[in-house]
């Protein structure tokens, strides 16, 4: 394997658009993509591809919203969701080289407050650990305040922590990464958001990178969340805010950015000749430092990084490689470092545009090292998403509003109200114009019901995850909201 030295002085600091049509690497693929993009319900992408250190494509495909027909480009804004691990990894690692994080010293030196219900155990959990999935730290309900509702606080977070029992196994976890973000607080006195835009983004050249939200919603060169549903492509209710923008998924970006990051990362810690990591610091995110059983045959991942998922690609040595998906966005980044190859996808469609951008990074990982074109590949993930698509909609209606479907058992002015759950928030049910509304935090659940004082809450045919609940009527009026997660959480009238 090359070193990463041997590369530094190969990786171009410009980066400007280099266009699939005509793209003497890629046109024969092109086509190719575009004709996959109503199969997937994709209305636009972005792309990237670096070889030799040098970007060899970089442009937008299609459009970014549908509504206003503007043009997916190389500097259209998406939501990056779990990329935004790698990150804030990035972010410790400068405080480890700085002196002002140990790596192998315990959390609780840094947050005292975290414990889990485990409390032994939570003693001997180390930033290190946190950066590489190590210790099974899960919970799906800090996960929905976080990420989904923004209805987490400091005391709810700590909390249901404490509560937490981990499986002391490796394994995937948005927790690591939102304590790494405290972390990034405590030492520093300023939020996560603000040391990213100061010594990650700056840097790097990311000019339009950012953790906050708000700046981003009144940009016209934002990708406009697509989801799936019953009759296709159609903009998501489901919104990001600044609220559920975290540590483990917050942050806005466009291809030319990321393709500056990777160009970063392949040039050892560089970009623009301005030095954001050690070089042995880059060799230490993209090591094992824990390791899993291989998953995949191509793509042959078998640990962690510093939040990166490593292993190999086909029969080369050394693959990094970092997903993102939420609600109307689908994102990836991956290298081979010791080609100097890069690659990044971005798209704006939930659910189905995993496996699109899956199908086109693995379509230019092949053709970037010298592989033939996978048609294998190509027909399982267009098959897989088909058949998901041909089943939900052939699914019995998951019916209209609960107000206007006859499957409520008092008056839709009695559902109206604020209901509370001490550790997971309020949720807000209204009617607007004939129809019951509810919004948990800022997450609002789109109400369908064809059971009484049931209700369900999907929008996008190909994502199965959604909410499901029912409501607690007595004397004619609802009393509580109970929803199903990995236990039923019921929310008190106010």
């Known amino acids: 394997m090359l070193s990463l030295i041997a590369l530094i002085g190969l ?10 049509e005509g793209n003497p690497l890629f046109k024969d693929l092109g086509q190719y993509w575009k004709d996959q993009m109503p199969v997937y319900g994709v209305t636009g992408f972005t792309i990237a591809a670096i070889k030799d250190g040098k970007v060899v494509l970089l442009d937008g495909v299609g459009v970014a919203d549908p509504l206003s027909g503007k043009a997916a480009d ?37 947050l005292p407050r975290f414990t889990l219900a485990d409390a032994d155990y939570a003693k001997s959990v180390t930033i290190r650990d946190l950066l590489s999935h190590r210790k099974g730290i899960k919970d799906s309900g800090v996960t929905q305040l976080d990420a989904y509702t923004g209805e987490v606080t400091e005391d709810r ?9 981990p499986t002391k196994e490796v394994g ?93 990362f392949l040039n050892g810690g560089v970009s623009e000749d301005r030095r954001f990591l050690k070089e042995s610091s880059v060799a230490d995110s993209f090591a094992h430092q824990s390791t899993t059983p291989q998953s995949g045959s191509i793509r042959k991942l078998s640990g962690y990084g510093y939040a990166w998922s490593v292993g190999d690609y086909r029969d080369i040595k050394g693959f990094v490689a970092h997903s993102g998906g939420y609600t109307g966005y689908n994102a990836y980044i991956a290298m081979v470092p010791s080609k100097g190859v890069g690659i990044v996808v971005l798209t704006n469609t939930g659910g ?14 092949d053709r970037l090292l010298g592989y033939p074109i996978d048609e294998g590949v190509r027909k399982a993930y267009s098959t897989q998403v088909q058949e998901v698509m041909a089943k939900q909609k052939d699914l019995k209606p998951i019916g209209p509003n609960p107000a206007v479907s006859g499957m409520l058992s008092a008056m839709p002015s009695q559902y109206v109200g604020t209901f509370s759950n001490s550790l997971y928030g309020d949720i807000v049910v ?65």
């Open 172 to 264: 995937y976890s948005n927790i690591d990464f939102t304590l790494l973000g405290r972390v990034i607080e405590s030492v520093t006195g300023k939020s996560w958001k603000d040391y990213l835009s100061e010594n990650v983004f700056a840097p790097i050249g990311m000019n339009r990178t950012t953790a906050y939200l708000a700046p981003c919603l009144s940009d016209a060169n934002l990708a406009a969340p697509i989801v799936i549903g019953r009759s296709g492509p159609e903009p998501s209710q489901v919104m990001k805010t600044d609220r559920t923008m975290h540590a483990a998924g917050g942050v806005m970006s466009t291809t030319r950015d990321l393709t500056k990051y990777a160009l970063g």
């Open 352 to 365: 189905s545009g995993e496996g699109f951008c899956t199908v086109i990074a693995v379509d230019m990982l």
């Open 74 to 110: 190389i500097d259209t804004r998406y939501y990056i969701a779990s990329i935004t691990k790698t990150m804030t990894g990035v972010a410790i690692a400068q405080l480890a080289e700085q002196g002002k994080v140990d790596l192998d010293a315990p959390v609780q030196k840094y």
């Open 157 to 165: 977070y700590y909390t249901m922590l404490g509560r937490v029992m």
């Open 430 to 494: 209204s009617l607007s114009g004939g129809n019951l509304r509810m919004d948990w935090g800022d997450l609002p659940i789109l109400l369908k019901s064809t059971v009484m004082d049931e209700f369900t809450g999907h929008q996008d045919i190909t994502d199965l995850r959604g909410v499901r609940g029912k409501f607690l009527v007595s004397n004619g009026k609802c009393q509580a909201v109970e929803l199903q997660m990995a236990q039923a959480v019921r929310f008190e009238r106010k």
């Open 11 to 20: 990786v171009q600091s410009g980066v400007d658009r280099v266009p699939l």
